[in-house]
């Protein structure tokens, strides 16, 4: 079946400093999936970050930078320069338009910056 | 702005009690879910809907049932609760090609 995998389930990092979060993905579809980061907050639903739907792409948002690599299969979340408030949960998804559209997620990786 | 409002917030119940959690959105999306959160496990689809009584099997559907009573309204049923059943739920909807929008989610506990 269709995975996200997140290596890191929590990653820490001091303030000012860069990040990097892993994410691969597999498909047994022939099609190439849409690819995103959500993040939460603490007692909020997940919101999207980025999402980049063309192999090849890169994508931004807030900081934040993520190319879809199909070669590698890979959609790493980096950031130059985190801050405190970056603290979250990050999820890497991948949907598939298959005839229902269906969301796979990753299980996830906590950022905990420190000042 | 898009919204997804789940109720109750909190929840505790008993072993083999009736639990219903209730989704509503009113960003008039055609897709709705039902996820989910475990430690480690990320989010995990129990099931999900295309619309107004349509319903479809997630990857974890064992002890759940769904119904779409409307294109704004999705419920998730536990009639009988187990232990395992204690999580994090988060309700979504969404239409093909567009981000998902979650609710807050729903931390129920089976004690």
């Known amino acids: 079946g269709d995975s996200v995998t997140q290596t890191e389930g929590q990653v820490t990092v001091s303030e000012s400093k860069s990040l990097i979060i892993n994410c691969t993905y597999s498909?047994?579809?022939?099609?190439?999936?849409?690819l995103f980061w959500y993040v939460r907050y603490p007692g909020e639903g997940l919101q999207l970050l980025l999402k980049v739907i063309t192999a090849g792409q890169k994508g931004s948002s807030r900081g934040f930078e993520a190319t879809y690599n199909k070669e590698t299969t890979s959609f790493h979340l980096q950031k130059a320069s985190v801050q405190e408030s970056d603290s979250a949960v990050y999820y890497c998804a991948l949907a598939l338009n298959t005839g229902n559209y269906k969301y796979v997620f990753g299980a996830g990786t906590r950022l905990k910056v420190i000042a | 702005e898009a919204a997804v409002t789940q109720s109750p917030r909190n929840k505790v119940t008993v072993t083999g009690g009736n639990v219903t959690l209730s989704c509503r959105q009113t960003n008039s999306h055609n897709y709705m879910y039902w996820y989910r959160q475990d430690t480690g496990h990320g989010l995990r689809l129990i099931h999900y809907s295309y619309g107004a009584g349509n319903l479809q099997i997630g990857d974890v559907p064992d002890g759940y049932k769904a119904t779409r009573t409307t294109q704004e309204d999705f419920f998730l049923l536990l009639e009988l609760a187990s232990p395992s059943q204690t999580s994090l739920y988060f309700c979504a909807s969404s239409d093909v090609q567009t981000e998902v929008f979650f609710g807050k989610g729903t931390r129920l506990t089976v004690v």
């Open positions: 498909t047994t579809s022939i099609a190439y999936p849409n």
